[in-house]
């Protein structure tokens, strides 16, 4: 389950190792006035949409990596049932990020409050 940390200035990610290798991610650093909007979805792996390139996908169980869909980037990391935070981005690498994260609704007011 990757981590977040979220600062004035930035939103750091940490991905666990294994999350690194299978998604073949690397932890990210997102400057807070990129993050356009954030929520919490209920269900992680069926916000996740679009096709995966490159990454994990266990079907019905977990997504971790890349999820692509007409001109846009995901990076995802969530399992079933499990509720996730959804970042929407501007000038970024990637244009969404989708994690599940410990404390979901926290994290969501964290950032919110930094912005």
């Given at each position: 389950?990757?981590?977040?940390?979220?600062?004035?200035?930035?939103?750091?990610?940490?991905?666990?190792?294994?999350?690194?290798?299978?998604?073949?991610?690397?932890?990210?650093?997102?400057?807070?006035?990129?993050?356009?909007?954030?929520?919490v979805v209920?269900?992680?792996?069926?916000?996740?949409?679009?096709?995966?390139a490159?990454?994990?996908?266990?079907?019905g169980?977990?997504?971790?990596?890349?999820?692509?869909?007409?001109?846009?980037?995901?990076?995802?990391?969530?399992?079933?049932?499990?509720?996730?935070?959804?970042?929407?981005?501007?000038?970024?690498?990637?244009?969404?990020?989708?994690?599940?994260?410990?404390?979901?609704?926290?994290?969501?007011?964290?950032?919110?409050?930094?912005?």
């Amino acid at each position: 389950m990757p981590t977040a940390h979220v600062t004035a200035e930035l939103l750091r990610v940490h991905f666990h190792p294994a999350e690194k290798i299978a998604g073949l991610l690397r932890d990210l650093e997102i400057p807070i006035t990129a993050v356009r909007s954030v929520d919490v979805v209920p269900d992680g792996l069926r916000a996740a949409v679009g096709i995966r390139a490159p990454g994990l996908g266990v079907p019905g169980l977990r997504k971790i990596g890349t999820w692509r869909r007409k001109k846009r980037k995901t990076v995802v990391a969530v399992r079933r049932g499990r509720p996730a935070l959804r970042l929407t981005l501007a000038h970024a690498t990637y244009d969404a990020l989708l994690l599940e994260v410990a404390d979901p609704e926290a994290t969501a007011a964290a950032i919110s409050a930094a912005r």
